[in-house]
């Protein structure tokens, strides 16, 4: 099982990214896909989650209404739109597979079974 993420950069406070995870190894169906973040110095935090089946989303106060998570299911693709940056987003990104997750076990780590190896999101002038 492997996902990998991409699509990291530099961008100007304001601007916008997109990052990708590709999953491959196994059907996730049953699965809910996350997206955390690690900035330099502090504990990763969750950014948001979705279904992979069913497609429900579910995103940290911290992002809510400038980040949206959604997928591709022929191309096992997971997507995080990143609108409005700010400096307080510079973070290593993670996307992440969990189980059978419901809304409130979806914030905690440990829940997820497999992890991405990040992609570097610098918001900076």
């Known amino acids: 099982v492997q996902l990998q993420a991409s699509g990291g950069g530099l961008v100007q406070p304001g601007g916008s990214l997109r990052l990708s995870c590709v999953a491959s190894?196994?059907?996730?169906?049953?699965?809910?896909m996350g997206w955390f973040r690690q900035a330099p110095g502090k504990e990763r935090e969750y950014v948001g989650a979705i279904r992979w089946s069913g497609g429900g989303t579910f995103y940290s106060d911290s992002v809510k209404g400038r980040f949206t998570i959604s997928k591709d299911n022929a191309k096992n693709m997971v997507y995080l739109q990143m609108n409005s940056l700010k400096p307080e987003d510079t973070a290593v990104y993670y996307c992440?597979?969990?189980?059978?997750?419901?809304?409130?076990?979806?914030?905690?780590?440990?829940?997820?079974?497999?992890w991405g190896q990040g992609t570097q999101v610098t918001v900076s002038s």
């Open positions: 190894g196994r059907s996730f169906r049953d699965y809910v």
């Open positions: 992440a597979a969990g189980p059978r997750l419901i809304a409130s076990s979806m914030r905690t780590e440990s829940n997820y079974h497999y």
